[in-house]
């Protein structure tokens, strides 16, 4: 709500300032035509939203309050003591009795309800005000078009007259319709609608030279489009009613309209300019003698309080233009640069361009710059800048790893790379890089006799991918839930689990399901054994720190429980070794026999996952820890 009056107020600003433009060009009723386009210059200003936004610096510390009106907080008192220090100098007493945490609490709640209170109250006048001159205005546009309607009378004659001023010009011609009400003359509707409007009291006073003179007058309205100034014209009126400014523009606005139809109309006409001027009296002396009523939304003949100076301008054969070429390009280049500027304070502009910090921390630095201007008055000098350590380095502000797996997929020539922010790719001996869907690629197993892929994902499917092309050949079959992991061996086939505990036994060449079972829990792992005569199953949900797993292992072919094993709740995954026999993968990488219970060995902890992602990683890395080990052992 503080940011809309702030860019009000910047609106108001410059709006005056091409009104002052405007006034001084216009001054003594010559360059009526650039005039008339700084003036709606001004109106379109005061509806303009903020364009191109012009830092202007502010004496004193009127840039620190308008930052906290735009910013819809009031100003705290020790940053209005901060920013009066850097002004002038504070005496301690002075600074002391100012900076009253208690007191200043108070005084700033009951300032920000003041502002919400008043700030609403505003607002609620100023859209009462508001809605009060939209309704009006609508409502007499309606009643008068309905007059027209009813007793309004097209004169063909005139309506000819208008067409012949018009020809060349437009497409579009505006009829003239005579009326027996008293109104004002006028250019009156919108589009197609639009029409001259002529009281038949005028329209009998006049001869046919002043008829048509006051035609081309409306015309020259119709010509420049003023009626459709109107309707910008109503519109601001109705936003800025309270501003004094629009008024006066409004009246500017008319003046110098009317100058420009004048001379419009004197060069188009072939009777004298005398004609014209007495045309132009007996509509002033009609709208004298008769109470006429108009709507707002058109464009009128009227005689404004400028009577002398248009008769002046009429007479006259000189130019309309009272300036040189040159200095009406620089006047107009100037009224668009205000048009597009929209001044802030220094302050507010740096917020805007900037995001603020949060106010704890700014409360904290305006304090602290407070106590250090104390402290320079009680000591009469600086105090000594402190250099601070070096930022401490540890684990806990290390960035994490960028790459979480890149090995070796057991005896191919394909290398596994995942890469945190960027996904998961196979690369070839080629060094070509297969993309997979790492949004969705939960399991990973290689077919040596095919040279291809099994990949299970989020969705449940089983495919058969190809390394080459870098797509998915077939769909095996699917899982009700999430693949967790898959396992294949050359005589024993493919098998898989899923988050729901579900293992399913897979024929690759036609997708049928050999055998199935359910252990109860979510899979973390299956392997099969070296012999491919038993499946490995660890049951644990590895996203909960308190679930303990365990190890069932399954009968190769009837997939039937064999013996179950309990884990501790770290363990990621089990596989048989050739020489270790069967061993327990953590989470933290260490190795441990299921036969002795102790460590044998370890793979890098960033391993881990790659290790339950792809089936064929952990022979070869285990090999590459276990392998010196049993080599002394054998020595």
Known sequence: MSSVFLIVASNLVVSSCIAALAYCVGRWGRSATLAHLLWMAVFIKLITPPLVVAPVKLPGDWGTSLQSVYRGIDIDPAVAIASEASNRTMSISEASTRIQPASNAVLKLTSVIREITLSRFLIAIWALGTSIIFIRGLVRFAQFSRLLTQEGVVDDEATAVVARLVAGRRNSVPIVRRITARVSPMLFGVGPATCIVCPNRLWDQLTETQREAFLAHEVAHFMRRDHWLRWLEWFVTAVYWWCPLVYVARQQLERHEEAACDAWAVLRLNASRRVYA??????????????????????????????????????????????????????????????????????????????????????????????????????????????????????????????????????????????????????????????????????????????????????????????????????????????????????????????????????????????????????????????????????????????????????????????????????????????????????????????????????????????????????????????????????
């Open 278 to 635: 007495e045309t132009l009296l007996n509509v002033v002396d009609f709208l004298s003698e008769n109470r006429v009523g108009t709507p707002r939304l058109a464009s009128r003949m009227q005689g404004t309080d400028s009577l002398e100076e248009r008769l002046r301008l009429i007479m006259s054969a000189g130019k309309d233009s009272g300036l040189s070429a040159p200095r009406c390009i620089a006047i107009a280049t100037l009224g668009l640069v205000l048009l597009l500027m929209h001044p802030v304070p220094k302050s507010v502009a740096a917020s805007i361009a900037v995001r603020p910090t949060p106010a704890f921390d700014s409360a904290v630095t305006v304090r602290e710059s407070t106590k250090t201007d104390l402290d320079t008055e009680l000591h009469g000098e600086h105090p000594p800048l402190v250099a601070l350590p070096p930022v401490p380095r540890g684990w806990w502000n290390e960035l994490p790893r960028r790459t979480w797996a890149d090995v070796r997929m057991g005896d191919t020539d394909l290398r596994l790379l995942a890469e945190a922010g960027v996904g998961i790719s196979l690369i070839d001996n080629s060094q070509s890089q297969h993309m997979l869907d790492s949004q969705s690629v939960r399991a990973i197993a290689y077919v040596a006799s095919t040279g291809r892929l099994i990949i299970g994902n989020s969705k449940g499917e089983l495919h058969l991918w190809d390394v080459v092309s870098s797509q998915a050949v077939s769909l095996i079959g699917r899982h009700p839930e999430s693949i967790t992991s898959l396992a294949y061996h050359p005589k024993s086939g493919l098998v898989s689990g899923d988050a729901a505990g579900n293992i399913m036994a897979w024929d690759i060449q036609s997708g049928r399901i050999k055998g199935a079972t359910s252990v109860g829990g979510p899979v973390g792992s299956v392997r099969w054994a070296t012999r491919g005569d038993k499946l490995a199953v660890v049951v644990s949900d590895w996203a909960s720190a308190n679930a303990f797993a365990e190890l069932l292992m399954l009968d190769g072919n009837s997939l039937t429980n064999v013996q179950t094993l309990q884990l501790p709740h770290h363990v990621a995954i089990a596989q048989q070794h050739s020489h270790e026999g069967w061993l327990a993968v953590d989470w933290s990488g260490t190795l441990w026999s299921l036969v002795s219970g102790n460590a044998v060995g370890s793979v890098p902890k960033e391993y881990v996952s790659a290790v339950l992602l792809c089936q064929d990683i952990l022979d070869r890395t285990e090999l590459l820890a276990i392998g010196p080990k049993l080599e002394n052992e054998n020595e």
